[in-house]
């Protein structure tokens, strides 16, 4: 089992960058799939997430309208769109699953139900 995120690197504030979560022994669509970011010095922190059975997604209100969380079942992939990047989004991404379904964003944020963390992707924005 495991989670390969890809994807990252540096941009400039303002840009768009796609981040690539690729599964691997285990089938994405049956598992809630979360996106998470931790900066230097900081705290892990929850960036979104795509519940499995609907897609229904949660996104953190610093990353809201501008990250997109989506999947594509045929490659086992999931993705995280990031537009209008900003200094303060620079970090180490990386995705995790959970068996949950998520009714709450709190629930998808928090990250404890969440396992088989990847290496991760690190993102930086600067100019």
């Known amino acids: 089992v495991q989670l390969q995120a890809s994807g990252g690197g540096l941009v400039q504030p303002g840009g768009s960058l796609r981040l690539s979560c690729v599964a691997s022994?285990?089938?994405?669509?049956?598992?809630?799939i979360g996106w998470f970011r931790q900066a230097p010095g900081k705290e892990r922190e929850g960036v979104g997430c795509?519940?499995?059975?609907?897609?229904?997604?949660f996104y953190a209100d610093s990353v809201k309208g501008r990250f997109t969380i989506s999947r594509d079942k045929t490659q086992n992939t999931a993705f995280l769109q990031m537009d209008g990047l900003r200094p303060d989004d620079t970090a180490l991404y990386y995705c995790?699953?959970?068996?949950?379904?998520?009714?709450?964003?709190?629930?998808?944020?928090?990250?404890?139900?969440?396992?088989?963390r990847g290496q991760g992707t690190l993102v930086t924005v600067s100019s």
């Open positions: 795509i519940s499995y059975r609907d897609g229904r997604k």
């Open positions: 995790a699953r959970s068996p949950y379904y998520m009714t709450a964003s709190d629930n998808c944020l928090n990250g404890r139900t969440f396992d088989s």
């Open positions: 022994g285990f089938d994405l669509a049956i598992y809630t």
